[in-house]
């Protein structure tokens, strides 16, 4: 069956850098992106941006550019996100997705339980 | 960036009654490939979300077919038919038609 697995809750400090870790089973993992995203504490669902499995191609939401790094490592599987320079509004859940797309359709279908990652100053 | 607004912000329902939660788009959602990537999820307290409803109306695998979606152009709609206490959550549409993809703010499903 499909999982995405994460690494563990993380504590940094401000400015400090975190990656998260995203182990993907049960299907080719070079076939679907993986997307980011990320939820504060009460908040709703913000899109950070998506690597491609496949080429390493990425997309982020413009308020990240220059923070962020998404990658993969296809000999494990792996994605990984990491945030540069954290600010205590970085404080957050953050989901990996899978992007599932066949032709003309494109789903977010499966996600990993979540990293929270906290930013104290 | 493509703006999602949802309504009601909240919803208390009676067991066993119907609801329906709205969402908006600021633009169409038509993609370059003719269709419409309007999504919606629902996320249960403390865990992530999940997958409900694609391309506006098609209910994912393992969705019960109390949950529908419809909708066209930039006015969308969830709806479940018989609300049961399993439902509690929170409701979220996302599109994924333009970079960056886009949430509305979600609707909070409660039992009256």
């Known amino acids: 069956q499909v999982q995405l697995v994460q690494s563990g809750a993380e504590v940094k400090k401000s400015g400090a850098s975190v990656k998260v870790s995203c182990k993907a089973s049960g299907y080719t993992f070079t076939s679907y992106h993986i997307t980011w995203v990320r939820q504060a504490p009460g908040q709703g669902l913000e899109w950070m941006g998506w690597?491609?499995?496949?080429?390493?191609?990425?997309n982020y939401a413009q308020k990240l550019q220059g923070r962020v790094t998404m990658t993969t490592d296809t000999s494990t599987s792996t994605a990984y996100l990491e945030l540069r320079s954290l600010r205590s509004d970085d404080t957050a859940v953050y989901y990996c997705t899978r992007r599932y797309c066949s032709p003309g359709t494109c789903y977010y279908d499966y996600w990993g339980q979540g990293t929270l990652v906290t930013v104290s100053s | 960036d493509i703006v999602m607004t949802q309504t009601p912000l909240s919803s208390p329902v009676t067991l066993g009654q119907p609801a329906s939660i709205s969402c908006r788009s600021s633009?169409?959602?038509?993609?370059?490939?003719?269709?419409?990537?309007l999504s919606w999820f629902q996320q249960r307290p403390g865990q992530p979300p999940r997958l409900l409803i694609y391309r506006i109306s098609k209910r994912f695998s393992g969705v019960p077919d109390r949950f529908s979606g419809s909708g066209a152009g930039t006015d969308f709609t969830l709806k479940i038919s018989r609300v049961e206490a399993e439902d509690v959550g929170v409701y979220y549409c996302?599109?994924?038609?333009?970079?960056?993809?886009?949430f509305g703010q979600g609707t909070k499903l409660e039992i009256k």
């Open positions: 690597v491609s499995t496949y080429n390493g191609n990425t």
């Open positions: 633009q169409s959602l038509i993609h370059s490939d003719g269709n419409i990537h």
């Open positions: 996302m599109q994924a038609t333009q970079f960056p993809h886009t």
